[in-house]
């Protein structure tokens, strides 16, 4: 492993990282490659899915890939803010007394926060600045994280008992919302199989926390053309109900829209993906391709959006139908 | 070195995008002539349409100016096509989406235009990619010189639509041919009308005074013609210019010099060498020279007997033209007398008297002379113009056959005209109400090709007598039955819905009811073909219902 990494390195890095990921996670390829996309791009995912379908597990897994401090949080209704960022404790050492920072487990390099909606959401309010600045503040004194630093959530559908929604700007935060589907029936079997063996599939590590940071660096470096980067833009503005771009279905059942974070999540995520195909430039597909993981929990319906049962990612098809590629036409000959 | 490396791989990359550029130029030529050939059809037709409408355009005409708009529209777009501008990044965008390079080129030339920012490794792969992907282009598949099915499909369609006017059009443009053959028998005749004025001009005989009397209605003529617009008003016009210039030719003149060459045929036989010199130039009718060659006749007058001798001649000459010219007859028997009486002086005097006499003759004779020539001319260019329209009306009833009932019924029509006299005569009836021309009732047959004249209606018309007019011979008529008219004859009367004295019970040799509907059939398609005036359609209509069965 090196921290000189080239394009075809990087890809050949992920390939192996997502071959050694699927050892244990059967089907939900989309899953994890959005996962990888969104590690390789430094941002945080938020999986949904109902109880059962491996989230836990990959997550698991990726931390045993990546050779990375990896720390789990079950969250629970009485889970406090300090279980997670730490807290002082007085400590007293030769007759003297004194407080003394105990880090908490968001001090790991991959943080597993499961279940995270059946926090309270003070409880979850507590992992925002890590998310956001990689550093802890208790006390009065700011604690920095490690990086690479990656917040990997797993929450179940609102819709369940005991579980509270996430606040708007904890949502923001995440780079990625994945939706965890449940496996074909072959998937399923083939889940079985493994599980339920004397043997439990074994991963090897394949990168550490260096070379990720070096894959970060690099995905950064990938450029955008201005026009996809105008394209990335318009596809955020219209996400707004009030803009003149907006679908009219996003108008009447949106009530707010993408944060300028969800173009930074298309952009990040573009120059990602465009990476992992092989290629050093950001694409149209490209965008188009992560746009549902980095818009649909970036969309806040309406009442009649809710009450219509109108799914985000019906909103970022139309999104993406609707909005054109070119802003203006380019003249065919 | 990195930066040199991007120069390098970024020429590579600008070589094989203006290889592309340039084929993508013929591309949009190809596609910009079809819609410019679609447009200028489009704008050629609706400019033809005023001309088509107008009757101003020829098939023939109107077939090069869609097919020189055809080729001008195709050929300016193309050229556009081929010379305007398009930005490098346009056409790499372009390039990226027609062949899936998923913004590589565009990405590239970016990087490129801005410098490449920070001169990065990254940049190098992105350009070694581009370039390594564009050369597995396969680019005359992905860029045939297509074009779309719409241009093709919008380009026929405007050929169609041009070519429409073509079948939907014929009676406009069958209008336009008639008027073109129109104009064509309008200028050849004032061609004829001009050589004619020529010649009057160039005959130095006639006095100026003379002359100019007769030029002025041949320049007329010719200033009328050219602002004739129709068959019916040139024909009027020549018509006037013919009545003008037969009022010129004095019938007595004409006849007078007759008897003038008459007179000087025997006179060239006589023994007097004076004398048969006169009579030498009487016979050719230059009455000038026979006026000098009086004037300078040579009296003998040596002995008495000569002198008798002479005057005996003289009083024969006199005898000799008595009926062509009384005064020259008076004048040299006058010199007879002198000479019979020893007065030489005076005999000269009265050769003198009559050299003048014949001179002025002369003149007059000449005068008419040459205005009945050219009414001549005029009346055969009348004829020649009817039977040009004839014609034209022929062939043009001969190409729409087959097109409608209309069409096929004129052609009949025409048939008839040409076959009988009862086609002359049956106008010969219509055109009486509008009175006619003396000079050209000879018959019945001359007067019903006599054209209408149009500055002769009856409003302002009564100026000449009303012709005979006789009943058709279809209808049993011998030539020798006249057709009493309605109204009196008096100038400016109105005879519109008067029908004329029908043909007494038992004078037909055809049934009514066998011919009135095919009659009236004729009547209503030279209504819509020759366009007489409105008042002479009304007459027609009411003529024709008031006969109905």
Known sequence: ?333 | MNRADLTAGYARLEHLHRRWRRWLSFTRAARWGMRGAAGALGLGLAASLIGIQRQLLLPESYLRLQAFLFTIGASVAALLGLLWPRSLHQSARLFDRRFGLRERISTAVELAAAGWPGAGQMALWQLNDTLQVCQQVNFPAGQRLRVSARDLALAALMILVALAPLKYGREAFDAAVRQAAFKRSVAAETARIEALRQQIAGTERLEPERRSDLLQPLQNLETQLDRANSVEQALAELAGGENELRSLADGSQIEAGARFREAGERLAQGPDQGLAELGRQLQRGDFLAAAEALDQMELRTATREEALAQAGELETAAETVESANPQLAESLRSAASALRQGDPARAEASLAEGARSLAEAGQQILQAELAAQAANEVAAAQERLLQSSQDSLQSAAGSGQGQGDRQVGQGQAIGADGGGSGQAEGQAAGGAGQGDFQSQAASSDEAGRQPISQDNPPGDGGELPYQPVQPPTLLGADGSQLVTLPGSGDPGELILGAASQPIGAGDTQVPFLQVFHQYEAYARRAINNLRPPTYFEALVRDYFSSLAP
């Open chain 1, 1 to 333: 492993m090196t921290e000189s990494i080239t394009p075809d390195l990087f890809q050949e890095y992920a390939n192996r990282i997502e071959q050694e990921v699927g050892k244990v996670i059967v089907g939900q390829r989309q899953v994890v490659r959005h996962v990888m996309i969104a590690l390789l791009a430094s941002g945080h995912v938020l999986l949904e899915g109902v109880p059962g379908l491996g989230k836990t597990v990959l997550i698991h897994t990726l931390g045993q890939v990546l050779r990375l401090k990896f720390s789990r949080i079950q969250f629970t209704p009485d889970l406090m803010p300090a279980d997670i960022t730490g807290t002082e404790i007085l400590v007293d050492q030769d007759g003297q007394r004194s407080f003394r920072f105990r880090p908490g487990p968001v001090f790991a390099n991959l943080i597993l926060a499961d279940e995270i909606n059946r926090a309270t959401p003070k409880t979850q309010s507590a992992l925002l600045q890590a998310m956001q600045e990689a550093s802890v503040t208790v006390a009065d004194v700011t604690h920095p994280l490690e990086l690479p630093f990656f917040v990997l959530a797993t929450q179940n559908p609102i819709e369940m008992e005991g579980t509270y929604p996430l606040p708007e700007a904890q949502v923001d935060r995440f780079f990625f919302k994945v939706d965890v589907r449940y496996p074909t029936t072959d998937e399923l079997d083939l889940i079985l199989e493994r599980t339920t063996g004397q043997e439990l599939p074994m991963v090897h590590q394949v990168i550490d926390g260096k070379t990720m940071l070096a894959m970060q660096a690099l995905a950064r470096a990938v450029p955008i053309a201005s026009h996809v980067r105008d394209y990335i833009a318009r596809l955020v503005v219209a996400s707004h109900p009030d803009s003149e771009l907006a679908p009219p279905r996003v108008s009447r059942f949106v009530r707010y829209g993408a944060s300028p974070r969800g173009g930074q999540a298309l952009i990040l995520g573009g120059k990602v993906r465009a990476l992992l195909s092989g290629r050093q430039n950001v694409a149209f597909e490209d965008v188009q391709s992560v746009a549902p993981a980095a818009l649909r929990h970036r969309l806040l319906f309406n009442f009649d959006g809710i009450a219509e049962g109108i799914t985000p990612d019906d909103l970022v098809s139309e999104l993406l139908e609707h909005v054109p590629e070119e802003a203006h036409k380019v003249p065919q000959a």
